[in-house]
């Protein structure tokens, strides 16, 4: 048996960073999780590409979902994996094979539920929006992705990280009179133009929103500038990208409004090249108060967009919740400390079960 499903959820965590599944390459760790999840449990168990997913039909009132995804960023001279200090140390430790070995241990060890479960492990979340399973799983497989609440397995340090922030991309274009840079008077420069972009970034407050108890901080920044052409040339052309970081209760249309009230009055053009949704916290629904319950109330909002963001759309209530330190992600020396996956693994327990 390759995968022990009924044991150490640590041990189990090991087995998982043990099969490589970079990005597009899950075959093999699916194939091991299904053959697991048929094998050790009475679960509904469906194969969708590279995704597995497995659930209860007991008819409860409620139904929770757990999702993670089994890719990896490519390995970084850090498998198999290694116990160091209490810490195990290898790649996807924390970003996410620990959140989905509490899952998949969770599944197969919790005999009397509360909640319907639904687990959903499923491919290539770590590349494009475009390849993302969850996604896949969405068009194909839909009425698997219903629930009451869903909990995803990324690295939150054992906090409950609620929805996400919104994201979006802008390119702030100005445009000049090419010159020779000896006769600069017969020119425009776009790049000075830029500047005032710059002081309104400089100067900008960023707001604070709360939300379900969630603090949810915006910022907006600029995070590479384009111009020029030779070092006598006065340029017709420059640019900045500008990202927007925004508070779930700001829908995509409202924040790139709110970046043209921002830049208003200057000699520029905005262009969106890029926008994502965030996700509101939903913390108030009963199966999702339930959850921040058993977790003692340990709850901040979610820096960043996640997946949780897609259950959103869904009308689902969604938290980021597992043992991984989000700063240790992708990291050549990623790591998760033990203890975080056994507590993280008793909490999830007392909530299925209360």
Same mark, same amino acid.
């Given at each position: ?9 640590? @041990? ?118 475009? @390849? ?57 420069? @776009? ?10 970034? @400089? ?152």
């Amino acid at each position: 048996m390759s995968l022990d499903l009924h044991g150490d959820p640590v @041990a189990l965590t090991a087995a998982l960073v043990d099969i490589p599944s970079e990005s597009r390459n899950e075959k093999r760790i699916a194939d091991e999780v299904e053959a697991a999840l048929r094998e050790q449990t009475s679960l509904e168990v469906v194969r969708n590409a590279d995704a597995v997913l497995a659930r209860t039909n007991l008819g409860l009132p409620s139904r929770v979902l757990l999702a993670g995804h089994l890719d990896t960023v490519p390995a970084a001279d850090n498998l198999p994996s290694r116990l160091v200090d209490g810490e195990l140390h290898g790649c996807g430790t924390s970003d996410m094979k620990s959140g989905d070995a509490v899952f998949l241990h969770l599944a197969a060890t919790v005999t009397a539920p509360t909640h319907d479960i639904t687990l959903v492990m499923y491919d290539c979340e770590e590349i494009e929006a475009s @390849a993302n399973g969850l996604g896949r799983i969405e068009r194909e497989l839909p009425e698997w992705l219903q629930a009451d609440v869903a909990i995803l397995g990324e690295p939150s340090g054992g906090y409950i990280e609620a929805g996400c922030q919104g994201t979006l991309r802008v390119v702030v274009n100005a445009t000049g009179t090419r010159a020779h840079s000896a006769r600069s008077w017969l020119g425009d420069n @776009a790049i000075h133009k830029l500047g005032a972009v710059l002081d309104r970034l @400089a100067s900008y407050q960023a707001r604070s929103v709360e939300i379900d108890g969630c603090t949810y901080r915006e910022g907006l920044s600029a995070v590479r500038i384009d111009g020029g052409i030779a070092g006598n040339v006065i340029p017709d052309a420059a640019s900045v990208t500008v990202n927007f970081r925004f508070a779930p209760n700001r829908s995509v249309a409202d924040a790139l409004q709110h970046v043209h009230e921002v830049f208003g009055g200057l000699d520029v053009q905005i262009e969106l090249t890029d926008s994502a949704a965030g996700a509101l916290p939903g913390l108030t629904r009963p199966a999702a108060a339930a959850l921040v319950a058993a977790a003692g109330g340990q709850v901040r909002a979610k820096y960043g967009w996640t997946d949780v963001s897609r259950f959103a759309a869904l009308g689902i209530p969604a938290v980021n919740y597992g043992p991984g330190d989000p700063n240790l992600a992708h990291r050549a020396d990623e790591r998760v400390e033990v203890e975080k996956i056994t507590a993280t693994t008793d909490m999830l327990r007392r909530y299925i079960t209360a």
